[in-house]
């Protein structure tokens, strides 16, 4: 049933919803639950996790049932079918972000994904073969990242420029939360090695012009990784348009398992970097003296895969295919709107980030003057209504904008319009309890 109509008083303005809120909620098992003695479970934190389709867990188990063996190992025919599985849903996950499937390397999550980034860098300094020096880091290099990145994607290059030797600089923020590109010819410079930023903010929501950065670091000769954890899952992406080198992204946050994680790269950057792991399955030729390494994407996948979950991927791919990825983006736009509007009406309460839907994702952090915010999300758990709460790890930006932490919520599919008003709800639920109203 799409839902449409306002509520009398409401305030905020409803547009028909471009997805079947009702049709899509009876996919995921875990929405028909109750929580907090029998209340409806109105889940708004799929930006820490998403919930899953039926149709995923079906996929899993499916592969648990029917085949079950190592792929790429045994000539057997559960081998044979586990490697056909494995390599199909490569190629489904690939097409799904306009992508071969050689550039399609899977990790256990976006964090992992990063890291290897970072640690084949500074392999690549070390390394004896010739073929892996080009994109090495070292003293006098240095690495730019924004004041706008969450945890995975700031620390990796801490360290690096730790292990290196190289220098970390960064790009600010603005006062409305969005990227400071002002200095950007300035901080992105001749000396610039990697740029690293994320596509979408997990705290503020703000959508990154990454074209304008892509095209500062091609005048530099910088590569570019885009971290697009929060922005893969909720709006189509080609890597060709995107332009980057490097995009990473995790398969629990797009309704898939818990497990996997997608480093896609250009394949000749990819062909030119060490490996990070090594063992199984990633070798080409082994003697006591030495090893040679096998070509990319096996290089960088190390010891038995995660079968199951990289199948379960497959099927979140073809979930999200259906429904349209344009869609989904119209759909959490709309969401994000009604919200900023719900908010927006209701005295104490102040969003940080963008007020509006201009280049802006499904992704509502906000105060309530006089609560904290985890008091908030006590009071709207009891409710039934998950949040996140505190610094999202994305400390720096809470401390841009002097506030201790925020109460997030986040959007997705199965998300409608009654959601929000409960989350309206609860809010002032929250302030009559502790008396600020």
């Known amino acids: 049933m799409t839902q449409t109509a306002s509520r009398p008083g409401a305030g905020a303005q409803q547009v028909p919803l471009p997805l079947d809120v009702e049709a899509i909620r009876a996919d995921f098992p875990i929405l028909s639950r109750t ?44 081998a044979e079918e586990a490697t056909g599985a494995y390599e199909e849903a490569r190629a489904k996950i690939g097409a799904f972000i306009g992508a071969p499937e050689n550039e399609i390397v899977f990790t256990r999550n976006t964090t992992e994904a990063i890291n290897l980034v970072a640690y084949a860098l500074s392999n690549a300094a070390t390394a004896k073969e010739p073929e892996f020096r080009a994109h090495a880091v070292g003293q006098g290099d240095e690495i730019v990242v924004t004041e706008m990145e969450h945890h995975a994607n700031l620390i990796p290059w801490q360290q690096l420029c730790e292990r290196t030797g190289a220098t970390l600089r960064w790009l600010g923020l603005t006062d409305d939360g969005r990227l400071d590109l002002s200095d950007l010819a300035t901080v992105v410079n001749e000396r610039t090695r990697l740029v690293a930023v994320t596509q979408q903010s997990n705290i503020l929501g703000t959508i990154n012009p990454i074209e304008k950065i892509v095209a500062r670091a091609r005048e530099v000769g910088a590569l570019v990784l885009v971290d697009g954890a929060q922005s893969v899952p909720h709006q189509p992406i080609d890597v060709t348009a995107l332009g980057a080198d490097f995009l990473v992204f995790s398969g629990h946050k797009m309704l898939g ?35 040679t390494f096998m070509p990319p994407p096996q290089r960088f996948e190390a010891g038995i895969p995660m079968t199951a979950q990289v199948v379960g991927l497959g099927a979140a791919v073809d979930y999200l295919n259906a429904l349209g990825m344009d869609k989904v983006e119209a759909h959490e736009r709309a969401l994000t709107g009604y919200a900023l509007e719900k908010l927006a009406g209701i005295p104490g309460v102040t969003v940080i980030g963008p007020p509006d839907t201009v280049a802006r994702g499904g992704a509502v952090s906000f105060t ?53 008003d409960a989350l309206a709800d609860g809010i002032r639920a929250a302030q009559k309890f502790f008396g600020t109203v």
């Open 35 to 78: 929580v907090r003695d029998g209340k409806r479970l109105v889940y708004l934190d799929s930006g820490a996790t998403s919930q899953k389709p039926r149709q995923v867990l079906d996929a899993e188990r499916w592969f648990y049932e029917n085949v079950n063996a190592a792929p790429h190992r045994g000539a057997h025919q559960l």
């Open 257 to 291: 398992p818990t497990g996997v994680g997608v480093l896609w790269g250009r394949y000749e950057v990819l062909d030119a970097l060490p490996p990070f792991l090594t063992g199984g399955s990633m070798i080409e030729v082994v003697r006591m003296e030495g090893s």
């Open 368 to 420: 309530v003057e006089g609560i904290h915010p985890h008091d908030v999300g006590q009071v709207l758990d009891d409710l039934g209504i998950a949040v996140r709460v505190g610094h999202h790890c994305a400390w720096p930006v809470v401390r841009r904008y002097g506030v201790p932490a925020t109460t997030r919520a986040t959007f997705y599919v199965h998300t409608g319009y009654d959601d929000v």
